[in-house]
């Protein structure tokens, strides 16, 4: 049970979802459908306990009890150990969908370790993001029987959303990651500086996703995506009018990632047009 809260199970739950609709939307046959969602499932697991074993002398310094490897619930030697064999299980599962989708979820892992091993502390803290998530979209279409890149609007979308993610999700953590020497892209921007550029990123990646499939003609977009880029743009200047006003970190945190979120589901119900 410790190394499951170790792992931050939320967004691991999440990501594993979004790569099992993208798969569903693009229409890859069950059975890659479920080896594609098991691995990506165990790579996010690795990340997770990975971040937590490497950050547990500085959740032990600001006190973090919901932490269990700080807490000494869990034993360092465990989670690293559950670390790595979760991070070669989610390889060998995708090894059987092709090379293609291997290597680009060796990208993905590569990318969450290096962020948890010392670029989160850094400016480049941000670049781990952006180059994970714009793979992302390509799991699903080289999971399929005939594999492909996803489509420079997909790529262009989910980079995007790994950037509107990185930018609010440390928000409400800011002062504890300053007392403990963490001075990534956001802490170095600052909390208003962060909700504008994870606001534009959002944007840019709804505009993406509602017209990329279209192939930029208006008339073609969809009655979903201008729903969809309504309600992103309506949460955005939500989220700018009240960082104006000087509102919490977690309160402009919870509505990016509301926004974010958004752009996520327009990915998935753009996934039809990732098809080969």
């Given amino acids: 049970m410790g190394l499951w809260r170790s792992s931050h199970p939320g967004p691991t739950l999440v990501v594993t979802t979004l790569a099992a609709a993208l798969a569903l939307a693009a229409g890859v046959e069950t059975w890659r459908l479920v080896m594609l969602a098991a691995a990506v499932f165990a790579g996010q697991l690795s990340i997770g306990i990975s971040n937590d074993a490497i950050d547990?002398?500085?959740?032990?310094?600001v006190g973090r009890t919901d932490k269990p490897i700080a807490c000494g619930e869990v034993g360092l030697r465990t989670a690293w150990t559950a670390a790595v064999v979760l991070a070669l299980l989610a390889l060998g599962?995708?090894?059987?969908?092709?090379?293609?989708?291997?290597?680009?979820?060796?990208?993905?892992?590569?990318?969450?370790?290096?962020?948890?091993?010392?670029?989160?502390?850094?400016?480049?803290?941000?670049?781990?993001?952006?180059l994970a998530f714009s793979c992302?979209?390509?799991?699903?279409?080289?999971?399929?029987?005939?594999?492909?890149?996803?489509?420079?609007?997909?790529?262009?979308?989910?980079?995007a959303l790994g950037a509107a993610l990185h930018l609010t999700n440390v928000l409400p953590d800011l002062d504890d990651d300053a007392r403990t020497g963490v001075r990534g892209t956001p802490h170095r921007l600052g909390s208003r500086t962060s909700v504008g550029l994870a606001a534009a990123a959002v944007l840019l990646g709804a505009a993406s996703a509602t017209f990329g499939p279209a192939g930029g003609s208006i008339p073609d977009v969809t009655v979903i995506?201008?729903?969809?880029?309504?309600?992103?743009?309506?949460?955005?200047?939500?989220?700018?009018?009240?960082?104006?006003?000087?509102?919490?970190?977690?309160?402009?945190?919870?509505l990016?990632?509301?926004?974010?979120?958004?752009?996520?589901?327009?990915?998935?119900?753009?996934?039809?047009?990732?098809?080969?």
């Fill in 93 to 130: 599962l995708s090894v059987p969908l092709g090379a293609g989708l291997a290597a680009a979820h060796a990208v993905v892992l590569v990318s969450g370790w290096s962020y948890n091993a010392g670029l989160k502390t850094g400016p480049l803290s941000i670049a781990p993001y952006i």
């Fill in 136 to 159: 992302f979209p390509s799991l699903a279409t080289l999971a399929a029987e005939e594999p492909q890149l996803a489509p420079g609007w997909a790529w262009l979308a989910g980079g």
């Fill in 56 to 61: 547990a002398d500085r959740d032990r310094a």
């Fill in 225 to 254: 995506g201008w729903v969809v880029l309504v309600l992103v743009v309506a949460v955005v200047l939500i989220s700018l009018v009240l960082a104006r006003a000087g509102s919490t970190g977690r309160v402009l945190f919870r």
């Fill in 256 to 276: 990016v990632m509301l926004a974010a979120l958004l752009l996520a589901a327009q990915l998935v119900a753009s996934g039809h047009a990732l098809a080969p």
